[in-house]
C-alpha cells in the first residue's frame, strides 16, 4: 500500500489523473465494445436502413431506366447492384495507399523518424494528446501518409511507454480523418471544384451562375481566412478532448492486457536479408531502384508542371498512390526489402478490399434513385440564408454515415448545395468550406475509414468508437456554430 502510494501520486500529478470526460469516454468505450458490431456488420446494417428509408421516402424496390448510360431513374435494387462496383477503382486505389503508406512507414528512415517521436511523449495523457496533434497535422498535408503513419507512431508509443491505453491512442491515430483532413492540401472537395478537369460540367455551371467562373480557387475555399480559423478552432478543440478523455493508467488497458502483439520495431531489418546465388542480383542491387525513382519523378515533375493552374490541381489519388510507392522504393533501398514491406501490408488492406463494394451499393441505393433528392430538397424547403450553412452541415454529416467518401458524396451534394447557395445568396466557397469540416465528423461515427487504422493496429471498431464519439460530441457542435457564424462575414458569391 504504502509503496505504491507514490507511484500513483505521481502519476496524477505527472498528466495521468482521469476527468470526468475520460470516465464518460470509458463508459461509452465499454457500451460500444458490448453492443456495437465489428466494422463489417456496420455496413451490413447500414446497407437495409438505407433500403427502409428509401421504401418510405417512396423509391422504387424494382426497376432500370431505357438508357442504359443513366446514373437516375433505378429502384432501390438495381441502383444497389449498379453501385456496387461503382467505387471499385477508388478500393483499388485506397488499397494501395494502405500498403504502399505502411510500406513508406516501416522503412528504415521513417522508422527511426517514428521511433524518435514516440520517445518524446512522457505521460500516457501526453502520449495521447501529442499522437492526436500529429494525427491532425499529417492529414492536414495528406490524408492518406497521415492514417497510416499516425497508426504505426501510435503502436510505437504503446509499446516504448507503460500504462498507455491502446485504445484511446487508437482512437486519436485515427483522428486527422475526422478533424481537418478535408480542409488540408488534399481535400477531395476544395480540389474538384478549383479544377474544370476534375469537376463534373454540371457542377461548373451551377458555379458559373453565381460566380461567372466554372471553377472556385483554393484561395476561395481552404485557404479562406475564415476556413483557416474554423481549422484552426477544431485543432485546439481537438487537443483539449485528447488531454481530457486520456484515462488514468490504473484504468488504462494496455496492448499487452488487450492480448495485442505489437511485433517488431518499425524499420526493422531481419538477420537473413542477404543474397545466397548469384541470380539474386537484380532484388538485392539498390541500381535499379534508384534507376525506376528517378524515371518516377521526371514523371511527377513533367505531371505537375502541365497541370491547370494550381499545380495542387494535379494531386490526385493515382499521384498519391505514385509518390507512396517512389517513397517506398527509395526508402527501402533494395527491391527485396520492398517487396517484403508490401506482403507484410497487404493484410491491412482486407477490410477495404471486403467492404467497399458494399459501401458502393449504399452509395447506389442513394445516387442513382431519387432519395438524395428527397432528402436535399426538404432540407432546403426549411432553410432560410442565415441558417443553411448549419442546415448542410448537419445534413452532409448524416449522409457522411451512409455514404462514407468525401470525393464521391460531393458529386452527389455539389448540385442542390451549390445550386440552393445560389438562390440563398449564400457564398459557394464557404459551402466547400461546410462539406470539407462536417463530411470529416461524420467519420467519428463510422468505422469505414478506421479500417486501416484498425488493422495496423490489430484493434477492432467497438474498441476505439466510444473515444470517437465523446470526441463527435465536442467537435460537431463546435462545426455547427463556427460555419454559421463565420458565413456571415462572407459575401455572395
Keep these: 500500500m504504502t509503496s505504491n502510494a507514490p507511484k500513483v501520486a ?4 505527472s498528466g495521468g489523473g482521469e476527468t470526468w470526460l475520460a470516465r464518460l469516454a470509458l ?5 460500444s465494445q458490448k453492443w456495437l458490431p465489428d466494422a463489417f456488420g456496420f455496413v451490413l446494417i447500414g446497407t437495409f436502413v438505407v433500403l427502409a428509408l428509401g421504401l418510405v421516402s417512396g423509391e422504387a424496390l424494382l426497376g432500370t431506366p431505357d438508357d442504359p448510360e443513366a446514373s437516375s431513374g433505378f429502384g432501390l435494387v438495381d441502383a444497389w447492384g449498379k453501385g456496387f462496383w461503382s467505387l471499385i477503382e477508388f478500393t483499388l486505389q485506397m488499397a494501395i495507399i494502405v500498403i504502399a503508406g ?5 522503412s528504415p528512415p521513417v522508422g527511426r523518424l517514428i521511433t524518435w517521436l514516440a520517445a518524446l511523449p512522457r505521460t500516457p495523457r501526453g502520449a495521447i494528446t501529442f499522437t492526436a496533434a500529429v494525427a491532425m497535422l499529417t492529414a492536414y498535408v495528406n490524408w492518406a501518409f497521415g492514417l497510416v503513419f499516425t497508426a504505426i507512431l501510435a503502436k510505437e508509443i504503446a509499446r516504448r511507454l507503460p500504462g498507455v491505453d491502446y485504445r484511446a491512442i487508437g482512437a486519436m491515430a485515427f ?8 480542409q488540408g492540401l488534399s481535400g477531395s472537395a476544395a480540389l474538384q471544384v478549383a479544377s474544370t478537369a476534375s469537376s463534373p460540367a454540371a457542377v461548373q455551371e451551377i458555379i458559373a451562375e453565381g460566380r461567372g467562373s466554372g471553377v472556385i480557387p483554393l484561395t476561395d475555399t481552404i485557404f479562406l481566412w475564415q476556413g483557416i480559423v474554423a481549422t484552426a478552432v477544431i485543432f485546439v478543440v481537438a487537443l483539449a478532448m485528447a488531454w481530457f478523455l486520456a484515462p488514468s493508467p490504473e484504468r488504462a488497458m494496455t496492448a499487452e492486457r488487450l492480448g495485442i502483439d505489437l511485433g ?3 524499420g526493422t531489418r531481419r538477420s537473413d536479408d542477404r543474397r545466397s546465388r548469384p541470380g539474386e542480383w537484380v532484388e538485392f542491387s539498390p541500381t535499379l531502384t534508384i534507376l525506376l525513382f528517378a524515371l518516377g519523378v521526371w514523371y511527377l515533375a513533367r505531371h505537375f508542371a502541365q497541370a491547370e493552374g494550381n499545380p495542387l490541381n494535379a494531386l490526385d489519388l493515382n499521384t498519391i498512390n505514385l509518390i507512396l510507392i517512389l517513397l517506398a522504393l527509395i526508402l527501402h533501398w533494395r527491391p527485396v526489402h520492398l517487396a517484403r514491406a508490401f506482403k507484410e501490408g497487404t493484410p491491412a488492406a482486407s477490410g477495404v478490399l471486403l467492404q ?17 433528392k ?3 430538397d426538404w432540407l432546403v424547403s426549411v432553410s432560410s440564408e442565415y441558417f ?3 442546415l448542410i452541415s448537419v445534413y452532409s454529416c448524416v449522409l457522411g454515415v451512409f455514404v462514407p467518401s468525401g470525393g464521391g458524396k460531393w458529386v452527389i451534394e455539389a448540385p442542390y448545395v451549390l445550386g440552393a447557395a445560389n438562390e440563398l445568396q449564400v457564398n459557394q466557397g464557404w459551402m466547400v468550406v461546410v462539406y470539407d469540416l462536417s463530411e470529416a465528423s461524420a467519420n467519428l461515427l463510422q468505422p469505414f475509414w478506421m479500417l486501416p487504422t484498425l488493422a495496423i493496429l490489430g484493434l477492432k471498431a467497438r474498441d476505439i468508437m466510444g473515444y470517437t464519439f465523446a470526441m463527435f460530441l465536442a467537435l460537431f457542435p463546435t462545426v455547427v456554430v463556427l460555419v454559421t457564424l463565420l458565413a456571415q462575414t462572407l459575401p455572395f458569391p
Design 388 to 390: 443553411y450553412p448549419a
Design 10 to 13: 505521481e502519476a496524477r500529478d
Design 356 to 372: 467497399f463494394p458494399l459501401y458502393g451499393g449504399i452509395f447506389g441505393m442513394i445516387a442513382f434513385t431519387g432519395l438524395h
Design 264 to 266: 517488431p520495431a518499425p
Design 102 to 106: 505502411y510500406a513508406v512507414a516501416i
Design 175 to 182: 483522428l486527422g480523418l475526422g478533424t481537418v483532413w478535408a
Design 374 to 376: 428527397t432528402i436535399a
Design 27 to 31: 463508459r461509452f468505450t465499454a457500451f
